[in-house]
């Protein structure tokens, strides 16, 4: 390509802190003479990641998931032309067009890897490049797969107004209205001067201020001193392109590489809506989302950094070279298993939790059987890594061994006592040290207890207590702290009962303990909803497992008890709701971040009927059952 070819660094452009640390650096010329500052982490013999930055950002906003890919790939990360330290096109107007993006990017994969394609992640305005470079036919063989964060494809963003304008709906009316309420920024940075004024004076000293606070960012050192500068040059990429581009789409922009698209579910400036055509677009798709706000990049490097390695690991492997459009496996181990497997728990649900949870990390107590089990193995066909807790460790085991079959990418038991507060300490510290922060924790584990309050012991109401409701407190407590540290937000779930608010004689110390995790996680909600930590409280109802025949009956001899049990068991076994449909909704309450689910219809009447009428649930509560 003319004009294109490689320089060392700069020492006169060097300044204090700008560079990345344990990178290496150097200057590539771009298409017409600009000057682009590279900087590349990792073995240049393994298989190329460059991560390509928005606007008003430079190549520093990926420092953090770069760090965390430098391991396992060649990672690249190159300031956008006017941004950072790389140089200005002259005149401004007309050197920031997608072609003259396009030229850039060709010369820096020629620089960093001549011999093999690279694989290309895009954030914002990296992303609107991305898509460029994805489907213009001067990029085929030099992309091998394009990892699209927070940006659309300006082509197809052009389609879809075209689409919704020329046969209009209440829906897509409100689409229309609502994605052009989000782009008010877009419209503000085609105003002459002002952006520029803006920037290099009060906006760009606030800014570092106001994107810490409204995205919840750690204060890092990120925006970097260039910032006024970036901001200030980089609105030229809207002017050069987004009104060409919105009023004179091409018809041909067709991926011709896989594309990953990550969706933050909490983004201010693009609507989920933008990217509901984009199977037509891109045929090899797979759909990520993400309870995140926009800043991805700083705000979830972790799980950023695990999707971009599963998918650039899969591409490589050819696990993602057949897709046929819909939600895939995300590569690595299983992907195309759990993909193919809609006849498992999830059943018609699995594409939208493959989308959210490929890659995460679940830890689920009393996960040996029941409810848990069929949790545990839920969140492993949507492919995220498992951790299965619980007593019985060879249960735990049998469950691990039945996720990793399943799909997930890795599973481990860990033999536990929940109602052991120093035991639940190690295995916080065990799972951060081995695994990391987990993105999701079922607390799970309980036992059953039945029988009068005038029958039951203290001994009886400490060990349901310590089971029961110290087991959910241990779980939140633990993990939630290690989730609000890490800064990336989560979700707990813990199981209650339709007992929680359903009034019985027979369960006084079972119903008490249901009620409180109940109150718990209530108030979890609230204290930890400003860390973008969701939690759930799950109430089943009559749901066939192994508790029934475990539970305990007080002030009656053991043939008495074992015949209560027997009975017991016989009336779930004919109610015959499985532990996999409860699985179902605590998946579907991670996903809506919903607040209490009653599952079963009786679980749902019970709701109800607590809140339009109290009378007469205590009325029923005074019903002696047959036990």
């Not at 591409?315 to 590569?331: D, K, M, P, W």
């Not at 295995?427 to 799970?444: I, K, Q, S």
């Amino acid at each position: 390509m003319e004009g294109t070819g490689v320089e060392p660094p700069d020492p006169d452009r060097a300044e204090a802190g700008q560079a990345e640390a344990g990178a290496r650096e150097r200057f590539v010329v771009g298409g017409d003479g600009v000057r682009l500052c590279v900087a590349e982490y990792g073995d240049a013999t393994l298989p190329t990641v460059v991560l390509l930055h928005g606007y008003p950002d430079s190549k520093e906003v990926w420092s953090e998931v770069a760090a965390r890919l430098a391991g396992r790939f060649h990672v690249v990360l190159y300031d956008v032309r006017g941004h950072g330290r790389s140089g200005v096109p002259a005149p401004l107007r007309g050197g920031f067009t997608l072609e003259k993006l396009t030229a850039d990017f060709l010369a820096v994969a020629e620089a960093v890897s001549p011999d093999r394609p690279v694989h290309l992640v895009g954030h914002d305005w990296g992303s609107v490049q991305g898509w460029e470079f994805a489907t213009v036919p001067a990029t085929e063989g030099r992309l091998a797969s394009f990892t699209s964060i927070s940006g659309p494809c300006l082509d197809h963003f052009g389609h879809w107004i075209r689409r919704r304008a020329r046969r209009p709906t209440p829906r897509r009316a409100a689409q229309l209205i609502g994605q052009g309420a989000k782009s008010w920024y877009v419209y503000a940075l085609h105003t002459p001067v002002l952006p520029e004024l803006a920037w290099r004076g009060p906006l760009g000293r606030a800014w570092p201020g106001l994107l810490a606070r409204a995205e919840r960012l750690p204060a890092d050192g990120y925006p970097t001193a260039s910032l006024g500068d970036d901001a200030a040059h980089g609105a030229w990429l809207y002017r050069d392109n987004v009104r060409r581009r919105l009023g004179h789409p091409r018809d041909d922009a067709y991926a011709h590489v896989p594309v990953q698209l990550v969706t933050p579910t909490g983004d201010a400036f693009l609507s989920e809506r933008l990217y509901d055509d984009l199977d037509r677009w891109a045929p090899r798709l797979i759909r990520r989302t993400l309870p995140a706000k926009h800043w991805v990049p700083r705000s979830r490097p972790d799980q950023l950094a695990t999707w971009i390695a599963d998918f650039v690991l899969g591409t490589e492997a050819g696990e993602t070279g057949g897709g046929t459009g819909g939600s895939e496996g995300a590569g690595g181990n299983g992907g195309a298993t759990a993909a193919g497997s809609a006849s498992g728990v999830l059943g018609k649900g699995l594409g939208a939790a493959r989308e959210r949870f490929a890659g995460q990390l679940v830890l689920v107590t009393g996960a040996a059987s029941g409810i848990g089990q069929a949790t545990a193995l839920a969140f492993a066909e949507a492919g995220a890594r498992i951790v299965a807790v619980d007593r019985d460790g060879e249960g735990a085991a049998r469950t691990a061994a039945s996720a990793r079959a399943l799909g997930a990418p890795g599973a481990w038991p860990e033999t536990v006592d929940v109602s052991d507060a120093e035991a639940m300490e190690k295995l916080a510290a065990r799972t951060l040290d081995a695994h990391g922060v987990p993105d999701v924790v079922v607390n799970n584990a309980g036992i059953g207890l039945a029988g009068r309050f005038l029958d039951t012991t203290p001994q009886d109401w400490k060990q349901v207590l310590d089971v029961n409701l110290w087991g959910v407190i241990h779980g939140c407590r633990l993990f939630g702290q290690q989730m609000v540290e890490r800064g990336e937000g989560g979700h707990l779930v813990n199981i209650a009962s339709a007992a929680a608010f359903l009034p019985s004689r027979a369960l006084p110390a079972y119903s008490t303990s249901k009620a409180a995790v109940l109150m718990l996680s209530e108030c979890l909600r609230a204290e930890l909803a400003p860390h973008s930590i969701g939690v759930s409280a799950i109430c089943p109802g009559l749901v066939n497992t192994a508790i029934t025949g475990s539970a305990r009956h007080t002030g009656v001899d053991e043939d008495e008890q074992e015949r209560r049990r027997n009975r017991s068991a016989k009336l779930y076994a004919r109610r015959d709701y499985p532990p996999e449909k409860v699985a179902r909704a605590i998946v579907r309450a991670v996903r809506q971040d919903t607040a209490v689910v009653p599952v079963t219809p009786e679980a749902r009447g019970a709701r109800l009927l607590s809140r339009l009428s109290p009378g007469a649930l205590r009325a029923l509560a005074r019903v002696d059952p047959p036990l």
